[in-house]
């Protein structure tokens, strides 16, 4: 049974997208039966070109990304999720909806690459250096065993040590 894990941000536009491109990846890679999806609360309408240059630049296909929101997740026809992270600060501070089968959540805080100043390349370097920091913890989670079987209390305790890596 494919294992769901939903990645919250605000905008859905970077951090979501990035760790939803590289948990993937890694499933993929390693052949687990992990599927990640990100959602934004308000989400921009659009991907920040330098998250799908940096997903690109890792080996992920980008070509089904969109910015969508987190409201096609919480109804009952939604694919039911293990595991809802939210990686920005807002997002984890906003109401969520409810989540049909009560996921375990967890908050894995980033600063948001967009903010970096001195033009494009200092934007590439902050979006880069944020895919490898989350490619890392989505690498975590991928490779974590019997992920399909553990109790809820077991996976968050699992994912709040993967936070503190």
């Known amino acids: 049974m494919t294992t769901n894990i939903l990645i919250l941000c605000t905008h859905n536009s970077a951090r979501s997208v990035l760790s939803e491109g590289m948990l993937n990846h890694w499933a993929k890679k390693l052949g687990k039966d992990v599927r990640a999806f990100s959602a934004g609360?308000?989400?921009?309408?659009?991907?920040?070109?330098?998250?799908?240059?940096?997903?690109?630049?890792a080996g992920v296909d980008t070509s089904s990304y969109r910015s969508k929101s987190w409201d096609e997740f919480a109804s009952p026809d939604a694919p039911q999720m293990r595991a809802?992270?939210?990686?920005?600060?807002?997002?984890?501070?906003?109401?969520?909806?409810?989540?049909?089968?009560?996921?375990?959540?967890?908050?894995?805080g980033y600063p948001d690459p967009s903010n970096a100043t001195g033009g494009?390349?200092?934007?590439?370097?902050?979006?880069?250096?944020?895919?490898?920091?989350?490619g890392y913890r989505m690498l975590q989670l991928v490779q974590l065993d019997r992920l399909d079987e553990m109790s809820n209390d077991e996976l968050q305790a699992h994912l709040q040590r993967i936070s503190s890596n």
């Open 120 to 134: 494009d390349e200092a934007k590439r370097q902050a979006f880069e250096l944020t895919r490898q920091a989350l």
């Open 84 to 108: 809802v992270i939210t990686v920005c600060d807002s997002a984890a501070a906003e109401v969520c909806p409810y989540w049909p089968g009560t996921p375990v959540k967890v908050h894995w």
């Open 41 to 57: 609360s308000s989400p921009s309408g659009r991907i920040n070109p330098f998250a799908i240059e940096a997903l690109q630049g």
